[in-house]
């Protein structure tokens, strides 16, 4: 592993507080558009309206679930970081790219051997 442990930390912590400050946010949007949701419905909201207001709702939950997922993948890169086998490929056994690891710090392979999607 070229980079070191506390670098590996440094990264995947900054991309953490990241990734939580985005997922608190979502949060917040998801639980006011809910909120105008139920005063909006005392209106008697035409029924297409309602449809697109559970739409969106589905897609900000969406959007919470992904970003949930992104922290589960950094804690498990710092546990990775604390077994000494971070920025080993999972695939191939062979090194991560540095570069990919600063840019991707959960990185578990390397853009090769990613799984489609997960590149």
């Known amino acids: 592993m070229a980079i070191d442990p506390d670098e590996a930390r440094q990264l995947i912590q900054a991309e ?8 608190a946010g979502e949060q917040d949007q998801l639980e006011h558009a809910d909120v105008v949701d139920i005063d909006e419905a005392d209106v008697d909201q035409r029924e297409s309206d309602a449809a697109s207001g559970l739409v969106e709702r589905g897609k900000d939950r969406a959007v919470l679930e992904q970003l949930e997922d992104e922290l589960a993948e950094l804690d498990a890169a710092l546990a990775r970081v604390d077994a ?19 840019a991707v710090p959960s990185a578990r392979t390397n ?8 590149r």
């Open 16 to 23: 953490r507080e990241r990734i939580a400050r985005l997922l």
């Open 84 to 102: 000494g086998t971070y920025g080993i490929d999972e695939v191939t056994g062979e090194p991560i790219a540095d570069e990919r690891l600063r």
């Open 111 to 118: 853009v090769a051997s990613a799984p489609e999607g997960r």
